[in-house]
């Protein structure tokens, strides 16, 4: 039999928007690596195979950096903060691409923002898989972004392969992962998982500037009922497991050579707020014996910390001051007040809360010694660890396995939406390697091919779990 010069064309057309590997990929070594597969099924109950999965890489990177440009401080920083013009652009985009994977989009009071997939059993408890897009002050295009784009190219990778869910399968972008703006980690996860505490909060909670998270809120769109922060809590059940994809953000993975980390167990994290007030006063005219500078108090406080986190003799336990503001702030003024806040964790709960009893009676004797004021010592979170489900890990282990990429168990020393998603469903996180474990930098970095592996084992992941 010949073919028609036009019958060939037409062969040509169809091959090529049929399939996306061929379309977008046909060059790239990650595809190819996908088509040397042989054929591993990924559930024993249908047909669907490994060899049919393809990701998009040179899309996922190129959405990658674009949200990276959502961004108020120059490349290669990236700031993206909770409800400015930038967070809101870039949530547009995640909808944008959501609604290009059809994806049926709802947003709750807050924006916490879920993409369904609907299965087959839609009754059924969803799969949901996430992250967060928000970004701290000059930090990296990595942290989060890739649970989250990661997540809807995994849910493309398994459309393109034909796959059919059982269970619904859900993307969801996380509200404020990141304490910047209110204070608060994890916002959106923290609600979702029912912290009532929280919900009451917000309604008076104010930011730097003293502009209300109601106000921000709603600038952005959200929080259009006043009263409604507890209308964002997941009732127990909601979903049937919830898988988050992110870099490690610790050295581990790259050192090892081992391209997926399948997390065990989420560290302890907790903060806390100190403030100190003494009469400050002229820099040349009040002498040293006659002084209580409430900047020193602070200083002091912050070497304890450093102290009381070594005395733990466990590597495990860590603390930092990552915030430290003396008032007024002129070269010439005794500082009259000083604002610190304090994060501690530890894999260890009881640990990490010695710990911070330890910077509690510090703070205390600081003051006393000084002659100021301790006018707040507020603990804001003082969060339980969290274990990844066994189920979740054997699903995880046998994706990873299937793909033929290696894995190890690790506990994740960041904390992550995980940690409160894990409160209303069994939960599991995969880690992909980044560059020399960098994370909350400019130089955070993760390679197209470690970020690809890692959505191939959501994907497959995913897939096992809805099926299950
Ligand atoms: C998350 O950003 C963390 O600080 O662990
Ligand atoms: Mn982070
Ligand atoms: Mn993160």
Redesign the pocket.
């Known amino acids: 039999m010949s073919l028609k010069f036009s019958d060939f064309v037409l062969l040509l057309l169809f091959i090529c928007f049929s399939s996306p590997t061929l379309a977008h990929n046909g060059d790239d070594p990650i595809t190819r690596t996908m088509e040397e597969f042989s054929g591993y099924p990924i559930h024993e109950s249908h047909s669907h195979s490994v060899s049919s999965l393809s990701v998009d890489a040179r899309s996922l990177q190129k959405q990658i950096d674009e949200l990276a440009t959502f961004s108020d401080t120059p490349a290669p920083s990236v700031t993206r903060i909770l409800y400015t013009e930038k967070d809101v652009l870039a949530r547009r985009f995640i909808k944008n691409l959501m609604g290009l994977s059809g994806l049926s989009i709802r947003e709750d009071a807050v924006g916490n923002i879920f993409g369904r997939w609907e299965g087959s059993e839609p009754e059924l408890a969803a799969i949901a898989t996430g992250s967060h897009i928000d970004a701290i002050p000059y930090s990296g295009k990595y ?1 989060g972004v890739v649970g989250v784009l990661g997540a809807i190219e995994a849910i493309n990778t398994l459309k393109r392969s034909g796959f059919k869910p059982k269970k619904s399968l859900e993307v969801i972008l996380f509200t404020s ?2 304490p910047t703006r209110f204070g608060i980690s994890c916002l959106g996860s923290r609600l979702l998982s029912g912290v009532e505490e929280l919900a009451k909060a917000l309604k008076t909670t104010v930011d730097g500037q003293n502009i209300s998270f109601i106000l921000a809120a709603r600038s952005a769109g959200y929080a259009e009922e006043k009263d409604d922060f507890y209308s964002v809590s997941l009732k127990k059940g909601s979903y049937s497991a919830f898988v988050e994809l992110h870099i490690e953000q610790g050295p581990i993975l790259e050192k090892e050579g081992i391209p997926i980390g399948i997390v065990t167990a989420i560290a302890a ?1 907790a903060s806390i707020k100190v403030e100190f007030e003494g009469n400050g006063g002229h820099a040349g005219a009040v002498l040293m014996p006659n002084r209580n500078d409430a900047g020193l108090a602070a200083a002091e406080l912050a070497l304890a910390v450093e102290r009381h986190v070594l005395e733990s003799g466990s590597i495990d336990s860590v603390g930092t001051v990552g915030i430290l503001e003396l008032h007024p702030g002129a070269i010439n003024s005794i500082p009259s007040k000083s604002h610190l806040e304090i994060d501690t964790r530890d894999i260890d709960e009881e640990r990490r809360n010695i710990i911070i009893e330890k910077i509690r009676q510090s703070a205390s004797a600081i003051a006393k010694n000084r002659g100021v004021r301790l006018t707040e010592f507020k603990i804001v979170n003082q969060d339980p660890p969290a274990l990844s489900d066994k189920s979740i890990i054997e699903a995880m282990e046998a994706a990873s396995k299937e793909l033929n990429l290696t894995h190890k168990k690790m506990i994740s020393r ?2 992550h939406d995980s940690l409160f998603m894990a409160r209303v469903s069994p939960m599991g996180m995969i880690f992909i390697p980044c560059y020399k474990g960098y994370s909350h930098k400019p130089e955070e970095y993760a390679s197209i091919e470690n970020i690809s592996n890692g959505v191939k084992v959501l994907a497959v992941t995913l897939a096992k779990l809805s099926q299950g």
């Open positions: 942290d992962e990141e994290p960041a904390y």
